[in-house]
């Protein structure tokens, strides 16, 4: 139980870059590194916390620790890996609510959000091979992904769901076309088969209830709740709010964290971080009994199935706008190279890799 504490606490330290690579960074520590779960596993994973409310990748962290070591596990893991989030942004609030603005640390993300992107782009070439039933990434080059019709199907999804970004669509609709493309094209394929205190708590538990998709989404929620409703914030502040849960490790859902303490200091930070992701423990806690009843259902498999491949197409998009918004240099993009390789040919931990570009990119700029 310790060492699952320490290694999800050491994954909510270094889990820059938001929830893909939250699970890229999760791929890498639990399927290749410590091998607790197979890839297939994990990506049912992946599927089914997209299909209900609240934070993804906290959603997977509580998942994994359940099933590794049980109740504890749930919650353990989910604890660990929002701590360091909560204690980072709320000493951020602190310097905020005194300094009003937030350290600068763009030097330093510039390298680790370059290798993050590097780590979020490994882990889609796994997930990519693993969905489509393949031995190594060398054979989507050789025509064998053609040669199966599951396989074209899926990556049929996988190209509508990042047409369906493009164009503007949510995420859950997305992953709902998704399943239901999976589900009509397979059953047709195969027909054989077909067997303040109290008030932000509040506020924030509602938002935490209804919140589908990455915390990207959370901007909008927290317009309507904190300023257009109730007045307590204002813009710059929301925007502040944002931006820190951006550049600091962990779920982008502790931006809570942050407003809660602009409102109500201390207090309102633990009242608004608690009520944001105590929906995420409950939500999947009810879907571990579905999962375990549902996992050996053929009509499950292939609903999961449909919306794995539109939540790789969500994430191929989400490497899209991070590309252009990351590599804007000939340095970053060599850092970005350097990283690949380094993934795909050392056993150097993504984590230490991650630090180890900021610190680069934060120590030439100084010079």
Not at 34 to 43: A, D, G, I, M, N
Not at 116 to 144: H, P, Q, T, W, Y
Not at 308 to 314: H, P, R
Request: with cysteine; proline share 3%; charged share 10%.
């Amino acid at each position: 139980m310790v060492n699952l504490f320490w290694v999800f606490l050491k994954l909510g330290i270094v889990s820059f870059g938001g929830p893909a690579a939250h699970i890229a960074l999760m791929e890498e520590e639990f399927v290749h590194r410590r091998q607790w779960l197979s890839r297939q596993k994990f990506l049912d994973l992946v599927g089914l916390t997209q299909i209900i409310p609240g934070p993804n990748s906290t959603e997977l962290a509580i998942h994994i620790g359940y099933l590794r070591a049980g109740w504890w596990g749930f919650a353990v893991a989910g604890l660990a890996f929002i701590l360091p989030a909560f204690c980072i942004v709320t000493a951020v609030a602190g310097w905020y609510s005194v300094y009003g603005q937030v350290p600068e640390v763009h030097d330093f993300l510039i390298g680790a959000q370059t290798v993050v992107l590097a780590v979020i782009l490994f882990a889609f070439l796994r997930f990519f091979v693993s969905l489509l039933g393949l031995k190594n990434s060398k054979e989507l080059f050789s025509g064998k992904v053609w040669t199966e019709q599951r396989r074209s199907v899926l990556l049929f999804i996988v190209g509508i769901s990042v047409f369906l970004k493009l164009r503007g669509y949510s995420e859950i609709s997305i992953l709902f076309t998704s399943a239901l493309i999976a589900l009509f094209i397979f059953k047709r394929l195969t027909p054989s088969r077909a067997h303040e205190g109290a008030s932000l708590f509040l506020i924030f538990l509602k938002i935490g209830s209804l919140l589908f998709g990455s915390g990207y989404v959370l901007l909008s929620f927290l317009q309507s709740e904190l300023i257009e409703k109730r007045t307590l914030i204002t813009q710059g502040q929301l925007l502040d709010a944002i931006t820190v849960g951006q550049f600091t490790p962990g779920p982008v859902f502790t931006t809570a964290s942050f407003i809660g303490y602009i409102i109500d200091g201390f207090s309102g930070a633990t009242m608004a971080t608690l009520g944001i992701f105590l929906p995420a423990f409950i939500f999947v806690a009810l879907s571990i009994p579905l999962y375990k009843r549902l996992e050996s259902s053929h009509t499950f498999r292939l609903i999961l199935d449909g919306i794995v491949a539109g939540s790789l197409g969500l994430l191929l998009f989400t490497l899209y706008t991070l590309g252009r918004s990351t590599i804007l240099s000939g340095s970053t993009l060599v850092l970005l190279v350097v990283a690949l390789v380094l993934l795909g040919k050392s056993k150097i931990p993504s984590a230490v890799l991650i630090l180890t570009g900021g610190l680069c990119t934060y120590f030439f700029a100084q010079f």
